[in-house]
């Protein structure tokens, strides 16, 4: 059967570097990428150089909170799989407004759900729905406990708990219906089309402009951090392989703490340009911390390892991704 992919929010970071690597991985494959983003201030349509125009590529301007338009876009391309990447992400603004965040990403899933299921009358089709590791809450900083995917979910911020209802809503069309859902539950991603209010191009651009980089609190809170790339790999086997009804925990045992991070970033950073690396100490400012900011996420990744065969990448491969996202970020003006 000729796969024909909807990709939700494909102007975004994961999205986009997911569409490219798709392109880049099945050259010669016969299949159709749909790419239906709302167009919000976190897209960017400079992601889509890589692959606009593809003759098996079509971009098209809605929300999936648009019944009529979802509906449109399954009729004319003739939609087989979902790949749901469409979401509000900024922890930070699902604080200040968390009605917008369970509009799009609780709302907006029923919507995909809904219609998909509608059109699809047989077991040859499959809906991805991306999440995150932030589902399953906040671990203490000294703790040796990892999430599996069989942990409860417990979110704490707006943003988390949106997904966390997406994820439910998404297995309950899975008992209820036998929906072909499969979750993914990725940690912190970083490399190349990342919007400028994350974490990693706040420091690169603070770095590059010497202007002050926002730590919150102590900076103690840890991270596990995965390269987009190798995201975009383990969502595409969870597409391509994953059993219907499951979970997987993406993740590429980098836990580090978010001071030792910008302290990381500053040292390759001063090491690719040849500059003094205490010439930029000055600019680390401690800030007032975020509400409710979780202490630590921790997942156990040997699911997708074990059943899907998934490599997990190698320990030094963080400093040479780094210099990879450094390189674009200042290369394109980023």
Excluded at 93 to 110: H, R, T
Excluded at 184 to 201: D, L, V
Aim: net charge neutral; hydrophobic share 35%.
């Amino acid at each position: 059967m000729r796969r024909n992919l909807l990709v939700t929010g494909g102007l975004g970071f994961i999205g986009s570097n997911f569409i490219n690597y798709y392109y880049n991985t099945y050259p010669s494959r016969d299949f159709s990428i749909t790419n239906l983003d709302k167009e919000t201030y976190a897209a960017d349509i400079a992601n889509t150089e890589a692959f606009r125009y593809k003759g098996n590529y079509s971009l098209i301007k809605g929300d999936i909170c648009n019944r009529e338009l979802v509906d449109y876009v399954f009729e004319k391309y003739k939609i087989t799989d979902v790949i749901n990447f469409a979401a509000e992400s900024h922890v930070d603004n699902s604080i200040l407004d968390p009605a917008i965040f369970v509009k799009s990403n609780v709302d907006g899933v029923c919507s995909l759900l809904d219609i998909a299921k509608h059109h699809w009358t047989d077991n040859k089709h499959r809906f991805v729905q991306i999440s995150t590791d932030e589902v399953y809450g906040s671990m203490g900083l000294t703790s040796t406990d990892k999430w599996s995917e069989n942990h409860s979910l417990n979110p704490r911020s707006p943003y988390s708990a949106s997904k966390a209802a997406a994820e439910h809503l998404c297995m309950s069309y899975y008992t209820t219906y036998g929906f072909p859902v499969i979750i993914t539950r990725s940690s912190n991603n970083f490399g190349p089309r990342q919007n400028k209010e994350k974490f990693i191009p706040v420091i690169l651009s603070s770095l590059k402009n010497k202007r002050n980089i926002p730590i919150y609190g102590k900076g103690d809170n840890i991270r596990d951090w995965i390269y987009v790339d190798d995201n975009c790999k383990a969502i595409d086997l969870a597409f391509s392989k994953g059993k219907i009804g499951n979970s997987y925990n993406i993740g590429a045992n980098n836990e580090i703490r978010n001071k030792n991070l910008v302290a990381m970033i500053m040292n390759v950073y001063c090491f690719t340009s040849g500059c003094n690396v205490d010439d930029y100490k000055n600019l680390i400012t401690h800030v007032e911390d975020r509400l409710g900011h979780d202490l630590r996420y921790s997942i156990d990744i040997n699911k997708i390892k074990n059943d899907l065969g998934w490599e997990v990448p190698k320990p030094n491969s963080m400093h040479d991704n780094m210099v990879k996202t450094m390189a674009w970020y200042h290369g394109e003006g980023k």
